[in-house]
């Protein structure tokens, strides 16, 4: 792939998975992002077990290893006045520096806005947060499941009615890697300002700024009329349109249409479910009446689907051209050739513990994915970074003697 950000420095004073993420991106696009970790214990994230992904399956945390790839690191404690001078010479090298520190430890720290522009004007001081950087709750931390998913409105939109509880997230990091790509979005832009201004700005991102970008329809929606009763989202028994809903096939997979211009579509389908029968039915002429008779509709729909299994829809629907697609697994999507073809998913070697397929930024330049490299162990780039920096080996023995560095 173009190493579209080669030459780019990132200085990454990050933990958990939002802001990382958009870090690993960056680096993955060809920037050289330099991770600072606690010399001790290192990012938490490296420490988090997600779910049912047990560590052992790849001899680390898995979590740690899709937001930590492509980044070297170093062991700095950035509470000690010797570590923070390591920093803050790193600072002077850098074209971006990058943080999700909230607003009192920057300042006790002295890794503010002010900070580091007093110490390199020239650097993009980049932001994540929980719920933005202004209002009475900017000083509040949180985590993508209560920040994006839940205040963002989510999981009360895709909760059933009648349900005892919210519906969870569908997976870990389902708000912190979509924002992390948002904020690496927004310091290219910020990187390509400052190249025609020579200004460099502040960026920031939130986890709640990113659910309500993706929810702004309803959001908007509910604004306009005044309440949440917007009929999202429709009920499969009885849709807007039954040309986009899910159905049953007779071996228990499901087909989800999506035909928005069903009045286009309709002869194809009915012709490729042997139902010529029903483009001329009075019930279903038009859009309107599909609509008003949508059970019905639904029923008949249904009711062939579930005739024959998955195997004969997919052949069959190949044959007209209205969108639709299987309902497919996460194990499915890992296997989907497709997705191997354009490079979303690349085999990335494990320290020598053998290789796991990794996602890649779906985001490409001269139609090429981008390179992942594997994450490196905490600190493990500390000494050759200071090296870079002009730190003798004495100087490093000294800061490692005092805990500074790892």
């Known amino acids: 792939m173009t190493a579209v950000l080669e030459g780019i420095r990132i200085l990454e004073v990050a933990q958990w998975a939002f802001v990382p993420s958009a870090a690993a991106v960056l680096g993955s696009w060809g920037a050289e992002v ?12 490296r420490s988090l077990v997600s779910g049912a992904i047990p560590a052992e399956a790849v001899g680390k945390p898995l979590m740690h290893e899709v937001v930590g790839h492509s980044k070297r690191s170093i062991g700095i404690d950035v509470n000690s006045a010797d570590g923070l001078e390591v920093l803050l ?6 074209d971006v520096f990058l943080t999700n520190f909230l607003p009192e430890a920057r300042q006790r720290i002295g890794i503010d806005v002010e900070d580091i522009k007093a110490r390199n004007p ?10 933005g950087p202004r209002g009475p709750e900017s000083d509040r931390g949180g985590f993508d499941m209560v920040s994006h998913w839940y205040r963002g409105s989510i999981a ?19 708000g912190d890697l979509p924002s992390g790509l948002m904020l690496a979005g927004g310091i290219c832009a910020a990187l390509a300002y400052r190249e025609r201004t020579g200004e460099a700005v502040v960026v920031d991102m ?12 309803l959001i908007v929606g509910a604004g306009v009329v005044g309440t949440d009763d917007l009929g999202w989202p429709p009920s499969a028994d009885h849709p807007q349109n039954p040309l986009a809903n899910t159905y049953q096939t007779s071996d228990g997979r499901f087909i989800a249409i999506n035909m928005l211009e069903s009045q286009r579509h309709w002869p194809g389908v009915c012709h490729v479910l042997g139902r010529d029968d029903l483009v001329e039915d009075a019930r279903f002429r038009d859009a309107e009446a599909r609509k008003q008779n949508a059970v019905d509709c639904v029923t008949e ?36 050739p497709q997705a191997w073809e354009n490079g979303y998913l690349q085999e990335v070697e494990q320290n020598h513990q053998g290789s796991i397929a990794l996602v890649t930024s779906p985001v490409q330049f001269d139609e090429q994915p981008a390179a992942i490299r594997p994450s490196e162990e905490a600190g493990a780039s500390t000494e050759l970074i200071l090296l870079d920096l002009g730190y003798t080996w004495d100087e490093i023995t000294q800061l490692k003697a005092t805990g500074a560095i790892s």
């Open 34 to 45: 330099i991770k600072v970790e606690h010399p001790r214990h290192g990012d938490p994230v």
């Open 89 to 94: 010479r790193l600072v002077d090298g850098c």
């Open 122 to 131: 020239r650097a993009i001081y980049a932001r994540g947060s929980a719920l």
């Open 156 to 174: 009360q939109a895709v909760t059933p009615a009648g349900l005892a509880h919210p519906l969870r997230m569908p997976a870990p990091g389902f």
């Open 206 to 217: 939130s986890l709640l700024g990113g659910a309500i970008w993706s929810m702004q329809s």
């Open 301 to 336: 729909l249904a009711g062939e689907f579930a005739r024959h299994p998955l195997a004969h829809w997919t052949a069959v629907l190949a044959t007209q051209d209205g969108p639709w697609d299987v309902v497919r697994s996460p194990l499915e999507v890992h296997d989907d």
